[in-house]
């Protein structure tokens, strides 16, 4: 298939719908759906591989995949900054049409923080992890992008919390990480400290993340949630 006719979905008998096999479901179609501003079929693409594959999965997989390729067409000129920005922008309205719907008891596990440091604004891993941690039972404060070091240590300090989630997109950012990681440790002196975890494309460089003392870099969502459920399991 040509990269310059988007893929369309595949035909289905709407009385069949709900048995579309996820191998038919392409980082390709849902790219193109994205970037066409289209949360509704991009929703709909989602909850069919959600039906085969765990959401860390279908995230680190389809959508990773897809938004990969967002990324390629925008660096080749193949696609507008507009539909770059409009593909991320869809994304996040079909991720929250597909969130976890958790009940009441969504507000008794374990708190766990996540923000973008100080001067970030991409935050897309941060809205997918959020709705995994949710899945697996978490209350999650997502504070989103852009996140001070000294507002996040106060609401640290204000708040339990089990995981501090950070998310940094290069080494531009490193100040802004240590700085974020010496306010969470400070934050409840009287304590033990928060575990740290630390993703976005910073986290897959080791020479990066060495030194700046969190307690876990990972660089996918499903990383991320193995983190995550090990600190429930681990003995208090």
Known sequence: ?????????????????????????????LASLLADGDDELAAWTLR????????AEVFDGLLGDAMTLVGERW?????????????????????D????????????GPLAVLAAVAGEHHMLGLVCLDQVLREDGWTVANLGADVP????AGFVARNEAALVA????????????????????????????????????????????????VDQAVDSIGAAARFA???VSAPS
Do not use: K
């Open 1 to 29: 298939m040509s990269a310059d006719r988007p893929p369309r979905l595949p035909p289905v008998d709407p009385g069949a719908a709900a048995r579309v096999p996820a191998a038919s479901l392409s980082p390709e179609l």
């Open 48 to 55: 069919h591989a959600l039906a085969e594959q765990p959401r």
């Open 75 to 95: 660096a080749s000129g193949q696609w507008s900054v507009a539909e770059e920005h409009l593909a991320s922008q869809t994304l996040l309205r079909t991720l």
């Open 97 to 108: 049409r597909i969130r976890p719907d958790q009940g009441p008891e969504g507000r008794i």
């Open 149 to 152: 070091a000294a507002d996040l």
């Open 166 to 213: 950070l998310t940094a997109s290069d080494a531009t950012r490193l100040p802004a990480v240590a700085e974020a990681v010496a306010a969470v440790r400070g934050a409840r002196p009287e304590t033990a400290t928060s575990p740290i975890l630390l993703g976005g494309r910073i986290a897959t460089d080791p020479r990066l993340t060495a030194t700046l003392g």
């Open 229 to 231: 459920r090990s600190l």
